[in-house]
């Protein structure tokens, strides 16, 4: 059996509870969720005080929590982390948000450079994507699940297109199409 088989099959008694089969998934797959999570990670910029490795793991303990998902294979499975991966770092976002609003004791930085940007503005921005795809979710499904699946989790158009069941050239035309709803969206 090759890899591809046994992971696919790890998933799916991972799905009827196995949890020795959803640990080998993820020791299997480390590799591929730190490289999601460091794209995810590098799209946020430096926006939360989580590192790859954190990411990873919070990610693994909330599927835990949900349990019982079923992936047809790696591809679902790793397009589903980037999405759990996404959420944590917004939650992460918002909850920096609420101790700037005065949920904790504010952290107070001695900062001699001129010019810095305003405190708080770039989770601002997280913030507007993270909800400018929710908007594209409630519009088109797949275009948001294109955006997740190439800009988070960094699959390829042809692996993209295996996990959605279209064509290459449908998933280009979706991702130039959800591009600029995204673009229009954070404009407002």
């Not at 890899?3 to 799905?15: F, G, P, Q, V, Y």
């Not at 397009?79 to 944590?88: I, S």
């Not at 699959?155 to 959605?164: H, K, P, T, V, Y």
């Amino acid at each position: 059996m090759n890899d591809m088989a046994d992971i696919t099959s790890l998933l799916r008694a991972a799905a009827t509870g196995d949890r020795q089969a959803a640990d080998l998934v993820v020791h299997l797959l480390y590799a591929d969720l730190r490289q999601v999570a460091r794209a995810r990670l590098r799209a946020s910029g430096e926006l939360t005080l989580l590192d790859t490795t954190a990411l990873v793991h919070e990610s693994y303990l909330r599927l835990q929590r949900v349990g019982g998902v079923e992936f047809a294979d790696r591809k679902h499975f790793l397009a589903y982390a980037a999405k759990v991966m996404r959420n944590v770092v917004v939650d992460a976002v918002r909850e920096r948000a609420a101790e700037r609003r005065g949920g904790e004791t504010p952290h107070v930085t001695l900062n001699t450079e001129v010019g810095t940007a305003v405190p708080g503005h770039a989770d601002d921005d997280v913030l507007r994507v993270h909800e400018a795809l929710e908007e594209l979710a409630a519009l088109d499904e797949r275009l948001a699940q294109v955006v997740e699946m190439r800009y988070f989790a960094g699959l390829s158009e042809a692996e993209i297109a295996g996990c959605l069941g279209v064509t290459e050239r449908t998933v280009q035309r979706d991702w130039r199409k959800a591009r600029a709803l995204l673009s229009t969206a954070l404009l407002k």
